[in-house]
């Protein structure tokens, strides 16, 4: 039988779909801000920094989590709270400019998603096809969504940018929380670097 290891195999974050999804959106939010938020502002400031926050609390997470699972969970948990104080920016920038924020039942959501985007450059691909109202291009390429399912009053560049980065930063939150659900359930099934070092000098201890 294998002996445990005192430090376990850990740092893989770049591998995980939510910190790729994370990455996406704070590239996503960075160019977002640029164009649309006064780069002075506070708030520009704000969300760039949440959304960098997001991407490097999952990294840090990930590598500290050989010595201590209580620290991974920790720094996962303020990832989460990162990226809903980025979508929370997001909604009042909706809000406040009167544009329409997506429901959930909105096609468009699914179509992104659909979409898998890997670069913020897909990104801005999807958005201009919705703002065009332009259907498939034939070349099973684009997810964009025909004009007979959304409304007829044509939504705004600064509008769909933002729901768009919503729908990322949702997602995002969705995979961190199984992931805190996860690692909440390995830390009190298996508990830390403590006690994984009590369990391996008993077994050592034990074979004399």
């Not at 997470?61 to 969970?73: A, D, I, P, Q, R």
């Not at 705004?156 to 929380?177: F, H, K, M, R, S």
Request: glycine share 8%; charged share 30%.
């Amino acid at each position: 039988m294998k002996s445990e290891s005192l430090i376990p195999k850990h740092g893989g974050y770049r591998k995980l779909k939510s910190f790729q999804i994370a990455q996406l959106a704070y590239d996503v939010t960075v160019r977002f801000c640029d164009r649309y938020i006064e780069k002075r502002s506070r708030t520009h400031d704000q969300m760039v920094q949440a959304a960098r926050s997001g991407v490097q609390n999952i990294a840090e997470g990930s590598k500290v989590s050989g010595t201590s699972k209580k620290m991974e969970l920790k720094l996962t948990n303020v990832a989460r709270a990162s990226l809903e104080e980025l979508r929370l920016d997001y909604e009042d920038f909706l809000r406040q400019r009167g544009l329409s924020l997506w429901t959930r039942e909105d096609p468009r959501r699914a179509a992104l998603i659909a979409r898998r985007c890997a670069t913020a450059d897909d990104v801005a691909e999807w958005i201009q096809e919705v703002h065009g109202h332009d259907g498939p291009d034939g070349q099973g390429k684009s997810q964009a969504v025909s004009p007979e399912s959304i409304s007829s009053k044509k939504s705004t560049y600064p509008e769909i940018a933002a729901n768009a980065a919503l729908v990322l930063t949702g997602v995002a939150c969705a995979l961190l929380d199984r992931q805190i659900e996860a690692q909440a359930g390995a830390f009190v099934e298996e508990g830390g670097f403590t006690e994984r070092l009590h369990r391996i000098r008993s077994e050592r201890k034990q074979r004399g």
